[in-house]
């Protein structure tokens, strides 16, 4: 079974980044994403909805909209 990443693309879309998926278990998905800062690499937990950036961790819908954003640093 693969990863539902619908929320994960649709978040993508909203922030006009382009991504390149590395890896797309059904519990964990990674890859890297090209923002107008450069790459970024990202780790994405479908189950949980949970987009885990360098420095912060967002949580996001079913639509791919922001619901809670963390600092990590």
């Known amino acids: 079974m693969r990863a539902n ?7 993508i879309i909203y922030q006009g980044y382009s991504v390149r998926f590395k890896t797309r278990a059904p519990e964990r998905v990674t890859g890297l994403l090209t923002t107008p800062d450069g ?12 987009v885990h950036l360098p420095d912060e961790r ?4 079913e639509h791919g909209w922001e619901i809670g954003r963390e600092v990590t640093r």
């Not at 790459?39 to 949970?50: D, I």
């Not at 967002?58 to 819908?61: A, F, G, P, R, S």
Request: net charge negative; no cysteine.
């Open 5 to 11: 990443v619908k929320p994960l693309t649709h978040w």
């Open 39 to 50: 790459p970024v690499e990202f780790a994405y937990e479908p189950e949980s909805m949970t």
């Open 58 to 61: 967002l949580t996001i819908n």
